[in-house]
């Protein structure tokens, strides 16, 4: 059973950067495309940015240029890396497989951009 644990997540002035971390459990990480998915309140939940297991990523037209994600198949470990931040961007960001595994949702971690 995979567990994936978000973190990094915070409060940051429009223009700032952050860094998100997945960290998970199970060896079987690195066979699967990675997501990160966010949910902003009122909308539903979107696929922001993705990477194969080969490192091939592809980007939602909102983040690209601005947002990064890579992985780390030793470490089991996705990351997404947010510069240039908007307000728009302020939601719950979760990481799961690509396509989305229902029992691999955590918990999220929060981005608020916010002056």
């Known amino acids: 059973q995979v567990q994936l644990v978000e973190s990094g997540g915070g409060l940051v002035q429009p223009g700032g950067s952050l860094r998100l971390s997945c960290a998970a459990s199970g060896s079987i990480f690195s066979i699967y495309a990675m997501g990160w998915y966010r949910q902003a309140p009122g909308k539903q939940r979107e696929l922001v940015a993705a990477?194969?297991?080969?490192?091939?990523?592809n980007y939602a037209d909102s983040v690209k240029g601005r947002f990064t994600i890579s992985r780390d198949n030793v470490k089991n470990t996705v990351y997404l890396q947010m510069n240039s931040l908007k307000p728009e961007d302020t939601a719950v960001y979760y990481c799961n497989a690509v396509p989305t595994i229902r029992s691999y949702w955590g918990q999220g971690t929060q981005v608020t951009v916010s002056s």
């Open positions: 990477i194969t297991s080969g490192g091939i990523t």
